[in-house]
């Protein structure tokens, strides 16, 4: 009777206070039969802070219910014998046989996926690192729980109490400070989810998790970052842009990470929440970066901003995805007398040089003499430009053509369309266009916000290009349209990509 009503009366004061400590938790959650363990007497208090303590295992069976009361038997023998690999992982208990480090430490990993076991587990490593004798154990109990926290966040009843035990701990203990953050990163991107490889794991075990990334950006740019277990593209990409001067998120959210697999059979961009431990597997993937939105204002105040925008608009540019005109000869020219300052060249360019500052696909349909006495005044203009203004200038001069600002793609057939050639496609976080490169003509617009469905076609023909049907407008007047293009599936994932960071919802439907 006393005991109960010490146990009634501490815990009606933890009601009170919300101090949201394990004993508090304990106290509330924990199978009240535990409360005789380990108490001599002592209040209520002193034995809801035995519970959740390490106290020395002198069986084979350290726990004989689990610490919550999950009112399963299953689950509850579950917990018994979770109980006893941590034990065994953390070196309280000798290593069966047949099993070493990484076999428990996957063990105690899918018992914490298991959502009706997850606070169990959270618990049971949170009193076994709490007052432990040998710090050498300690410290694997602590890896463990760095784990759990990157991997799978607690429930809302218990998220509080393992926040304030974190922050309690992490002044003096790294692991702690590690775990706060790694369960940080679970609540803002949705934890890890999908268990590592094992040769992650053994990294993990022998303190060699970090790896080295190379994000190659326009212009032969590489950016050496360390990738961690459970470093997410949002982070490298806030990181990346940090470096070129972007401090505006809304800039930062215009950028993306891309995925590339081989010679580009794979492209794709990466949404922000993914865990680049998950996706980058192979030696033959690598990742890039390029800027995909347009509408935040450029500002030119960090050399590697310029370099990297002018490499990329440069290379749409000679492409032919801007729609430059094969009859704006002084447009040409300007253009061209930029990329050649922008060299930093002392001598006038030559014949080649000059073809080169040329759309490819315009090369052939303009006269070259001509072009060639243009550049030459253009450039006794500009006598003086330094590389970088050169670059600059480019930038603010292409900014006048039609598609700048979008992702552009050659289109080489289209449904409700016949032309006689390929026509581009444009693509921003608004609309998706079709465009006549020879006349400029605006052939389609579509609205983002109204596509119901985009789906990866198989090629009509044998070797021919893969298509792309999207499925738009309203449930009374729905259209289709489809087309052919050989980066149809990177233009697929674009399209999610863009949906999904302009939606609240963490998945559209309409990927296929």
């Keep these: 009777d006393s005991e109960a009503t010490s146990f009634t009366a501490y815990s009606s004061l933890s009601t009170d206070s919300h101090n949201y400590t394990m004993q508090e938790f304990a106290l509330r959650y924990f199978r009240k039969s535990l409360l005789l363990l380990d108490q001599t007497g002592g209040s209520a208090k002193k034995a809801a802070v035995n519970l959740v303590q390490y106290s020395k295992v002198r069986s084979q069976a350290p726990i004989q219910e ?3 009361d999950l009112r399963n038997d299953d689950m509850s023998k579950q917990a018994v014998a979770g109980f006893q690999v941590l034990m065994q992982f953390m070196g309280d208990q000798s290593k069966p046989r047949s099993k070493d480090e990484l076999v428990l430490l996957y063990e105690l990993l899918k018992l914490c996926r298991e959502e009706d076991l997850r606070d169990e587990m959270y618990c049971q490593v949170i009193k076994q690192v709490t007052g432990h004798p040998h710090p050498e154990h300690c410290a694997l109990g602590w890896s463990i729980l760095s784990l759990f926290t990157g991997f799978f966040a607690p429930s809302t009843t218990l998220m509080p109490y393992v926040t304030k035990f974190l922050q309690d701990s992490s002044p003096n203990q790294e692991l702690a400070q590690n775990s706060q953050e790694n369960l940080q990163r679970t609540v803002k991107y949705g934890g890890r989810q999908q268990l590592p490889p094992p040769g992650e794991m053994q990294a993990f075990l022998k303190k060699q998790a970090v790896r080295l990334f190379l994000i190659h950006l326009p212009g032969a740019v590489d950016y050496r970052t360390n990738i961690y277990t459970f470093t997410v593209a949002g982070e490298v990409l806030e990181e990346l842009c940090g470096q070129m001067g972007i401090t505006d998120p809304q800039e930062v959210q215009e950028f993306a990470l891309f995925l590339i697999k081989g010679e580009g059979e ?11 431990n998950n996706v980058v597997t192979d030696k033959d993937m690598s990742l890039h970066s390029r800027r995909l939105g347009w509408e935040t204002p450029l500002h030119f105040d960090h050399p590697t901003y310029i370099e990297t925008h002018y490499s990329q608009v440069l290379r749409d540019y000679l492409h032919g995805k801007l729609m430059a005109s094969a009859q704006a ?6 253009l061209a007398a930029l990329q050649h300052l922008s060299k930093a060249s002392k001598s006038p360019p030559s014949e080649q040089e000059l073809l080169a500052y040329i759309p490819k696909p315009l ?12 550049v030459d005044q253009e450039l006794r203009q500009l006598q003086g430009h330094s590389s970088q203004t050169a670059q600059i200038s480019f930038i603010k001069a292409t900014s006048q053509l039609p598609l700048f600002g979008y992702t552009v793609y050659m289109v080489l057939r289209v449904s409700k369309i016949v032309l006689p050639g390929p026509i581009l496609l444009g693509l921003n976080h608004q609309h998706l266009v079709l465009m006549d490169s020879s006349s400029q003509k605006l052939c389609c617009s579509i609205t983002l916000k109204d596509l119901q469905r985009v789906q990866l076609l198989s090629p009509l023909e044998e070797n021919g290009p893969p298509g792309l049907e999207l499925n738009y407008g309203s449930a009374d007047k729905p259209q289709t349209i489809w087309m052919e293009l050989p980066q149809a599936q990177e233009l697929q994932y674009t399209i999610i990509f863009l949906l999904n960071s302009s939606m609240t919802s963490t998945q559209w439907p309409g990927l296929n």
């Design 363 to 374: 090369q052939w349909q303009v006269n070259m003499a001509n072009i060639k006495n243009l």
């Design 329 to 334: 000869d002084a447009q040409l020219a300007q």
């Design 266 to 276: 794979l492209v794709r961009p990466l949404s922000s929440h993914e865990y680049l």
């Design 66 to 68: 689990s610490l919550i």
